[in-house]
């Protein structure tokens, strides 16, 4: 007799009468049906495996422990690497971010900055005789290398980083050395225990003379012992210089000094999509919970009410729902432009690299900023549920946002959105994602509340934000100031102007993809209200940006209001066959509180009993210390 399978009978309410085709939206996400089938296949080969659950929850095991065990899960990722069904490359991407991967190593993948950054610096960086040497080496993990970068005293400013690569024309050799203790290089991943080779940024000085950053390959363990080489603390012998600028001992500068920096765009585009599968992680289970959580009252004398039909809940999950959609679309858009950028790059054509280093940096900055609140948003939407470990929320948020200070910390990557704007609009020339700073913005200054009128208004703000921080500049370069004192003293609308240009081209990529996009007319419909519900929420959260830029009204914002809440209504009855279409496993979201089924108390009390505090009635500690101080009789 087949078990009958449990589910929430608000969630099966919640999910009868879907009036769109889930698949469809999942496919959409995916990229496509065959991409859903593959990425569905390669779910079941991975999770299926027993030998990659986990015997107690990690949040019970020591430091030690913990990474051991990471260490023998990414292990034998690897081995199933070769078997896997959907291919290497695309198995690797799915191990190495917060989908797939995280549902097996909760703690963190130590082989992450192998495949992340090691290898991309490698293909993006090494001569092809480099790439010969050592790629097939990665490749077949016959060397576990990371990108060692950031050190104790710097991490922003690259051009002070004190860790230096004499050449030695003598003997034709790299002395890499670590000045100072500031020096020492710090944060890299899997530095400390996991690899024996790094990418290593130092600054190259050759014939006396510094010619600023650049990459090296370093040995840093023996193969064979893992023991650290003979002084690698302070002193690295024999690395090899990543790139070809030394010809027969003399200096080739690169066409583009910040060639160098490449590998950092690369991680900067993919982190947006990381955060935005971590979002989508954290509003598949705050919606399903808030739809299985009934509390108060909200009828006086009914039923205690799903907490999802309170508007306050519905104005805390819905944003974030839209958020999703508007980020994995933003997300997909700079993806396309990395890889066009990058094949114009390797033809010599840098023209696009301004445009790639602007965008990356403005997405990467918005998305990891907007999705950790957004977590957070949710994990406080689930009451104390949300704040236990198990709920995965503490994890999703240390996650996300890690991403707001790592591959640039946002403030800074902010600063160079301006610096890009603000030349931009000076020069009157640039790329792609900046045309609507070239020339005046055309057409009436009155304001209509349409979705296309909401979109002019985001243009407005975010030339008009622009032109206030130029007219800073200016001003404060007529009271004499030097250009770097007037660029710290405009950082507050710099910023301003940088966020305003990152959300333009959020919104202009959600609002172009429903248009291009070959969509059924129901999922046209909902994802058509996401859109709208999500572009009027940033624009009153940011009205005085709007304000200070257009002509907008004190009645056309109370017209916005009602539009705003009149969405969150119409779109609450389709929140859970919404995330139900993120096609997220249990086991990727990693929480009782948002399982497919519903089960939530069951499962929060079965995890409860997993503590190791909760094998006994009586810890020994109670022994030891609590009862001499009952009888102490203090
Ligand atoms: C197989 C795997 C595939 C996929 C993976 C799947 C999932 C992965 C998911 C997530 C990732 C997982 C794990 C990642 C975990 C951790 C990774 C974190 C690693 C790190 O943190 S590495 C260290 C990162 N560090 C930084 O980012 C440092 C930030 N600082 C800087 O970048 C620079 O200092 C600076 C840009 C802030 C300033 O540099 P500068 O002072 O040299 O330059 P100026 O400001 O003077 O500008 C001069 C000029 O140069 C232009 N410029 C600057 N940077 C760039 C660039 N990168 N590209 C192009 N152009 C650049 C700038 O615009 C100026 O131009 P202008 O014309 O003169 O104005
Ligand atoms: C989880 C994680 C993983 C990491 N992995 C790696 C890795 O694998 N390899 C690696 O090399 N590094 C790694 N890092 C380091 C990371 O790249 C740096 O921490 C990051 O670049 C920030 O630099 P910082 O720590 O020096 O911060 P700082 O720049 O010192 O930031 C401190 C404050 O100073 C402000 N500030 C700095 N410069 C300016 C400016 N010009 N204008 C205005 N304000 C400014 C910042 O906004 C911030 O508020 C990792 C970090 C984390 C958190």
Redesign the pocket.
């Known amino acids: 007799m087949s078990k009958e399978i449990y589910e929430n009978p608000d969630l099966k309410k919640e999910r009868q009468n879907c009036p769109f085709n889930k698949e469809e939206i999942t496919h959409l996400l995916d990229g496509g049906k065959e991409k859903t089938i593959e990425r569905k296949q390669l779910e079941n080969y991975i999770l299926s495996d027993e030998q990659l659950k986990d015997a107690v929850p990690m949040e019970y095991l020591s430091h030690a422990d913990k990474y051991a065990e990471e260490l023998r899960k990414a292990c034998l990722l690897m081995h199933k690497l070769a078997d896997s069904p959907a291919g290497q490359?695309p198995t690797?991407?799915a191990l190495?971010?917060?989908g797939l991967?995280s549902a097996v190593l909760k703690e963190g993948n130590p082989l992450?900055?192998h495949?992340?950054?090691f290898?991309?610096a490698l293909m993006g960086q090494g001569t092809i005789d480099q790439q010969a040497k050592w790629l097939e080496k990665a490749y077949n993990l016959n060397m576990i290398g990371t990108?060692a970068?950031?050190e104790l005293g710097h991490?922003?400013?690259?051009?002070g980083l004190e860790t230096r690569a004499t050449y030695d024309p003598k003997t034709q050799e790299f002395i890499l050395e670590s000045p100072s203790l500031t020096a020492y290089k710090w944060?890299?991943?899997s530095l400390g225990k996991t690899a024996n080779y790094a990418v290593v940024m130092a600054q190259l000085y050759t014939k006396g003379k510094c010619e600023g950053t650049h990459p090296f390959m370093v040995q840093l363990r023996d193969e064979e012992t893992h023991e650290p080489l003979p002084g690698i603390v302070n002193m690295w012998l024999n690395p090899v210089c990543i790139s070809s600028y030394i010809h027969y001992g003399t200096y080739v500068k690169p066409t583009?000094?910040?060639?160098s920096?490449?590998?950092?765009?690369f991680?900067?585009v993919?982190?947006c999509?990381?955060v935005t599968t971590n979002l989508r992680k954290a509003v598949t289970i705050a919606t399903r919970y808030s739809c299985v959580r009934r509390q108060s009252e909200l009828k006086p004398g009914d039923r205690e009410p799903q907490v999802m039909d309170y508007q306050a809940q519905q104005n805390k999950l819905l944003p974030p729902l839209a958020a999703t959609f508007a980020f994995q679309l933003a997300a997909d858009h700079l993806w396309n432009l990395y890889h066009t950028a990058n094949n114009n790059i390797e033809q010599g054509d840098l023209e696009l690299?301004?445009d790639?280093?602007?965008l990356?940096?403005a997405l990467k900055a918005l998305c990891s900023s907007e999705a950790a609140n957004f977590v957070e948003v949710c994990r406080q939407s689930c009451g104390g549920h949300g704040y236990m470990s198990c709920s995965n929320f503490p994890r999703i948020y240390g996650q996300v946002t890690?991403?707001e200070?790592?591959?640039?910390?946002n403030t800074?990557?902010w600063?160079?959105v301006a610096?890009?704007l603000v030349?931009t609009r000076k020069e009157q020339s640039g790329g792609l994602s900046v045309k609507y700073l070239i020339g005046e913005e055309k057409g009436p200054k009155t304001v209509d509340t349409t979705l296309e009128g909401i979109v002019k208004l985001y243009r407005r703000a975010a030339v008009g934000l622009v032109d206030v921080a130029i007219a800073e500049l200016d001003k404060s370069g007529r009271k004499g100031e030097a250009p770097h004192d007037a660029w710290n003293h405009a950082a507050v609308y710099l910023i301003k102007a940088a966020q305003a240009h990152a959300r333009l081209f959020v919104v202009e990529s959600f609002v172009d993809s429903l248009k291009e996009g070959k969509l059924s007319a129901p999922v046209r419909t909902v994802l058509s209200q996401l859109c709208e519900l999500f572009i009027i929420y940033w624009l009153l959260e940011r009205s005085g940006d709007f304000f200070l830029c257009s002509n907008l009204t004190k009645q056309d914002l109370l017209l916005l209001n009602s539009k705003y809440v009149e969405l969150l209504a119409a779109i609450r009855p389709q929140a859970v066959n919404l995330v139900d279409s993120f096609d997220l496993r249990d086991e990727v979201l990693n929480s009782p509180l948002g399982c497919w089924d519903g089960n939530v108390y069951q499962r929060l009390f079965d995890e409860a009993a997993k503590s190791p505090l909760n094998q006994s009635n009586v810890h020994e500690s109670f022994h030891k210390y609590l009862k001499p101080l009952l009888k102490s009789n203090l």
Not at 256 to 259: A, E, G, V, Y
Not at 261 to 265: E, F, I, R, S
Not at 405 to 409: Q, V
Request: hydrophobic fraction near 45%; glycine fraction near 10%.
């Open positions: 490359v690797l991407r190495m971010g917060a991967g992450a900055l495949y992340v950054m290898i991309p990108y970068q950031t991490g922003t400013f690259l051009r944060w890299p991943g583009n000094s910040k060639l920096y490449a590998t950092m765009v991680v900067r993919v982190v999509q990381d690299l301004p790639l280093h602007g990356s940096c890690a991403a200070t790592y591959e640039g910390e800074v990557l600063l160079q610096r890009y030349k």
